[in-house]
């Protein structure tokens, strides 16, 4: 944006008069007077300076804020000034003096009134005023200010630091000429009076007003000359404030833009700070407050259910890009747009203001024209909305709003809430929201802004059939993605209903990490979409690698999603597993609290950790050989031997594993470690750690508000696919 500055006009040439004497033929004359002031520590002496050339003889009369004559001289009865008797002076210069209290001055000239005689004996009056103390402002780019339809200029009196309300505008006069590009004077405008303004200290010009903004050649400028009037009378029309300008054929309107997390003027750059569109329901909440919105005063809503406070979720966006929402009876929708300027930095020790368009900035409130680059100095007037291609139907503003135009709802831009709105009762399928601003010159945003989302069914679990495999692996030497993938979909193979995978680094829209559209807008916290999820009745997520420290944070809420949407989770992480659960406990994750506390009855109450790591690499403890089974479950899980990975193989034994601690758990245990003999040819373990591996609780089982969790602290993929194959029919029919 360009830099915003005052262009200042204060009264450079002698004299001012109510009779417009700019354009009178006695500017000689009027420039034999000057009158200035100047402060000092203890007075503020004001004096007129008479240049006699063209003058015979003069007389004045002080006006003082106060209404009294000043102490310094002599006066007659009418309030002339008097010397030797005679109110008629040859005086080059007179001095009148105030005094300070405390510093500050409370009395001074305003104006004077003069009467003065030519040689030729002729008589005039004018009248002038201290040139330190008033003067005309007008607010505008620093330099090559061009506009188009419309402009609003805002004006202003500039004044001492001297206080008194006469001083104050009553109003401004104000008119357009037109110059050449070297400022030659081409044509004169008329004077017009600003009170037939809305507001006196904005001249709102354009296409339609009078006087008219038109378009002007390449050759020609608009000069724009303001002078203030003040509240006393005085008349500032000596010396007008002056700024030049150009004018072309450009059509200036707001541009509106609704805050749903894409960052504006580009395609999909969906981040998070440029979010203000929320749901909440049953199955689109947050129980806390993610992000900046811990340390802003932002009214994110909430409601408490069941004694738990849970505050609205961005939307979701799905792997195609859409915008979604899972349907709930009290699922709500809340919307909020502005416009191109609206919010950015402000500027500091002369550096201009910055557009950033981010809602979580301040409001710098600089309306610019759709490429964001003229700020056209107008201001929003009203919002007009639709839902589906008709007026949105809401109480949400009581009687505030109307249809004013057909098939548009409008809000004037004065009331408290007319950037946002509630939607709720729609129903399943598609809708589009439109809104459009318009300016206080009446320009309306031709191309409004739209924001299209889709509400999802939501699928009773009894109604669910398919199984789904999330892949969260990476494609590397430890974690091969085909070879992975084969093993688990062989595995399922005998599985009689639809089987889908996702694999989220193909998913992902960077390569350095997983990321999808979705986590951009959950603060990271969420990869995938409620309405990828809803299908399947079985959820598998394997974090498979032959090493293991890491969990992505951003699948801490899935598992939410998955148990509070009433599937059943599979979830094969290995060492990894021991990260997910330190996670929960150092960090604010209320979600993932309630995934392990309820759906997994692993105790996060303390900071001890129920869920310990006995290796993160194949090169330490290499001594799990297969999987025990327990509490019902009938199938030994061995071990492939020889397997995908070459360092296993090796060791003839998996190090990355994590046990549960019996002590901290309430879930049923379903596997324990098979320890390979301390006599084993190959890394064979010493006793002790025999004793301390063996028979160690390594997946669990727990069935909560009808949602299953099978969490296995070993990676399923290293078993022998026979054994899997035979767990999964195991499973299925226990989860029947």
């Not at 090796?650 to 901290?664: D, K, N, T, V």
Request: with cysteine; charged share 20%.
């Amino acid at each position: 944006m360009k830099q915003i500055i005052i262009a200042i006009s204060l009264l450079l040439i002698m004299g001012c008069s109510f009779r417009n004497t700019a354009e009178s033929e006695n500017l000689p004359i009027i420039s034999s007077f000057d009158f200035s002031g100047v402060q000092s520590e203890d007075y503020y002496q004001q004096q007129l300076i008479v240049d006699m050339e063209n003058l015979l003889e003069y007389s004045i009369k002080p006006h003082t804020f106060s209404g009294e004559l000043p102490v310094s001289g002599e006066y007659d009865q009418d309030g002339w000034y008097i010397k030797k008797g005679s109110r008629w002076l040859t005086e080059k210069d007179i001095l009148f003096e105030f005094s300070l209290t405390s510093g500050k001055l409370t009395d001074a000239i305003q104006f004077l009134d003069i009467e003065y005689r030519t040689p030729d004996q002729q008589e005039e009056n004018l009248q002038i005023c201290d040139r330190r103390l008033v003067g005309t402002l007008i607010l505008a780019p620093v330099e090559g200010l061009s506009v188009g339809n419309c402009y609003r200029f805002k004006v202003t009196e500039t004044i001492s630091n001297f206080f008194t309300d006469g001083f104050y505008a009553d109003h401004f006069m104000y008119r357009l000429n037109v110059t050449d590009l070297d400022g030659i004077l081409q044509s004169t405008g008329e004077w017009y009076n600003s009170l037939a303004q809305t507001d006196i200290r904005a001249l709102e010009l354009s296409t339609v007003s009078t006087p008219a903004l038109l378009p002007l050649s390449e050759n020609e400028l608009y000069q724009l000359e303001v002078y203030v009037v003040t509240r006393s009378g005085f008349a500032d029309s000596d010396n007008p404030a002056s700024l030049s300008f150009a004018c072309q054929d450009e059509f200036n309107h707001p541009e509106t833009i609704i805050y749903n997390g894409i960052e504006p003027g580009t395609d999909m750059n969906v981040i998070w700070d440029y979010n203000r569109c929320w749901l909440l329901g049953e199955h689109h909440y947050d129980l806390e407050r993610h992000g900046a919105l811990k340390n802003i005063n932002y009214d994110l809503p909430q409601k408490t259910v069941a004694g738990e406070t849970h505050y609205a979720a961005p939307f979701d966006i799905n792997f195609e890009g859409d915008y979604t929402a899972l349907e709930s009876p009290d699922l709500q929708f809340y919307l909020e747009w502005g416009y191109w300027g609206q919010y950015g930095e402000p500027g500091f020790h002369g550096w201009p203001p910055e557009i950033t368009n981010n809602p979580f900035d301040k409001e710098i409130g600089l309306l610019t024209n759709p490429d964001g680059t003229t700020q056209y100095s107008a201001e929003i007037e009203w919002y007009e909305m639709q839902l589906d291609g008709q007026a949105v139907q809401t109480d949400y503003y009581g009687s505030a709003a109307e249809e004013l135009t057909p098939g548009w709802l409008r809000i004037r831009a004065l009331h408290p809430h007319c950037r946002q709105i509630m939607l709720e009762n729609l129903e399943p399928g598609w809708h589009t929201f439109s809104v459009r601003a318009a300016d206080n010159f009446g320009n309306i945003d031709p191309e409004p802004a739209v924001f299209q989302f889709r509400i999802y069914d939501y699928i009773e679990p009894e109604d669910r059939q398919a199984l789904l495999i999330i892949d969260a692996d990476r494609d590397n030497l430890m974690s091969p993605d085909d070879t992975i993938d084969d093993i688990y979909l062989d595995a399922l193979s005998g599985y009689p209903y639809a089987v889908s995978v996702i694999d989220l680094e193909d998913q992902s829209i960077i390569s350095a990490e997983y990321r999808t559209y979705n986590s951009n807008m959950h603060f990271e916290r969420a990869l995938i979409a409620h309405s990828d999820l809803i299908d399947y009745k079985w959820i598998i997520l394997h974090v498979d690698s032959a090493s293991g420290s890491y969990f992505h944070r951003s699948l801490c809420d899935n598992l939410y999603d998955i148990h509070t949407q009433k599937s059943n989770l599979i979830l094969s992480a290995g060492a990894n597993l021991a990260y997910l659960c330190s996670n929960c406990l150092y960090n604010d994750s209320g979600k993932l609290e309630k995934v392990l506390e309820d759906y997994w009855r692993i105790d996060v109450s303390s900071s001890e950790q129920y869920v310990e790591c006995i290796s993160s690499s194949t090169l330490t403890n290499p001594f799990l050989i297969g999987a025990i089974p327990a509490s019902g479950m009938e199938t030994h899980l061995d071990l492939q031997l020889p397997g995908w990975n070459s360092l296993v193989t090796s060791r003839a034994g998996l190090g990355p594993c994590c046990r549960f601690l019996e002590e901290g758990i309430t879930s049923d245990i379903i596997y324990r470690y098979d320890c390979k003999p301390v006599d084993c040819e190959f890394y064979p373990p010493t006793e002790e750690q025999y004793a301390e591996f063996h028979e160690s609780p390594i997946a669990i089982h727990h069935n909560f508000r009808d949602s299953q969790a099978f969490v296995f602290g070993f990676n399923l993929s290293f078993m022998e696919i026979a054994d899997l194959q035979a767990m999964f029919n195991e499973i299925f029919i226990e989860g029947e």
